[in-house]
């Protein structure tokens, strides 16, 4: 209709969460996670039998206990802080528009759904979409496969929706170099950890096949990037950097170095005071609550107790989360899309 005002909404996206700590909610997530073949390459007619029979039988049991030690009486502090992540966005954009935005979660595994997510936002009459990706940093394996859902969905959505015309999609890709996130991700630092020469910052990004570089994903560019960036912001030696990647979960050749070994070895050089941060992660999750905050903290005390260490420290930088310099960088992205 001529004139009529255009409505913007912002759909916000990230990998998901079971809906409860347990094997029975577990194994559902699981099978979506590991039937996506931007995770999962292998062919279906021997992946599926392998999934169905090997692994949802037995993987949620395992990880079910992790999932226990990570719940609050609240829920999943993944996705309360989520939660916390759109209604601050909601908040921020409405202050820079002035005027209502439509900001949704929209979970690539589990709940709430990016379709679910995509009906409310046509409920509330939108005709611009911003898809937003919550990683910093750009793979098919993250933002990519959200963004793969955006796509899909939005398509079914318009095929059992009657819309006046179809509505205009933005999508924000990474937001690593944005202005200000570097700032913002150098300050988590200094509230958690003190640099001084001889102590090593340890950036960890969740790791990739390499295969995927010779597709043409850029993940390893941003993410040395990203480390730099980061450590030129605070001050950090060259030799007190450390770029390392975790989560391997298969056979093929992925990027490293990876974390634990990367651990034991600046303890077996003498390090005696690490800080991990994971800045692929914009909320905490399993991830960095277990492997690297638990599991990465007990390799490396114990391998720098080995090399003579008496009071070894380890500092896990958590995720930015919902911090208001993470939401105002992501709002002027967002601005900057309805220019």
């Known amino acids: 209709m001529k004139g009529r005002k255009t409505v913007l909404g912002v759909l916000m996206m990230n990998t998901g969460t ?11 997530y699981l099978k979506q996670f590991l039937s996506d073949r931007n995770i999962i390459h292998a062919p279906r007619f021997i992946w599926y039998p392998v999934l169905n029979l090997c692994i949802l039988p037995n993987r949620p049991k395992k ?6 030690a990570f719940w609050t009486k609240e829920g999943s502090p993944f996705l309360l802080t989520s939660l916390a992540q759109r209604d601050k966005l909601r ?6 528009a002035g005027e209502p935005v439509a900001v949704e979660l929209g ?3 589990g709940n709430p759904s990016v379709a679910s997510a995509l009906d409310a936002l046509f409920d509330a009459g ?3 979409i911003v898809a937003l990706p919550m990683y910093p940093q750009d793979t098919k394996a993250c933002a990519g496969t959200c963004l793969e859902e955006f796509d899909r969905s939005l398509e079914a959505a318009l095929a059992v929706r009657s819309v ?12 690593w170099n944005a202005p200000g996130y570097l700032d913002a991700l150098a300050q988590s630092v200094r509230e958690a950890w003190s640099y001084e020469p001889g102590k090593k910052l340890v950036v960890s990004f969740h790791s990739v096949p390499l295969s995927y570089q010779a597709s043409g994903d850029t993940y390893h560019e941003s993410t040395k990037a990203t480390a730099l960036g980061l450590a030129s912001k605070l001050g950090v030696a060259p030799e007190d950097l450390d770029i390392t990647y975790q989560s391997r979960f298969d056979s093929r050749k992925w990027l490293g170095p990876f974390l634990n070994p990367e651990l034991r070895r600046l303890a077996g050089e003498g390090a005696t005071d690490v800080a991990v941060v994971c800045p692929i992660f914009s909320v905490d999750c399993i991830e960095t609550c277990v492997e690297v905050d638990k599991e990465a903290r007990e390799e490396f005390v114990s391998a720098a107790r080995e090399a003579g260490a008496e009071t070894p420290n380890f500092t896990y930088v958590p995720a930015l989360g919902a911090a208001d310099s993470l939401i105002d960088v992501l709002a002027n992205l967002v601005m900057a899309k309805t220019c």
């Open 126 to 128: 939108v005709d611009h």
């Open 107 to 109: 979970m690539r595994y």
């Open 164 to 175: 006046a015309a179809r509505p205009t999609v933005d999508k924000i890709a990474y937001y």
């Open 63 to 68: 990880t079910a206990p992790n999932y226990q």
């Open 91 to 96: 908040v921020r954009l409405t202050e820079l």
């Open 18 to 28: 079971p809906d409860a700590p347990t094997p029975e909610a577990i194994r559902p």
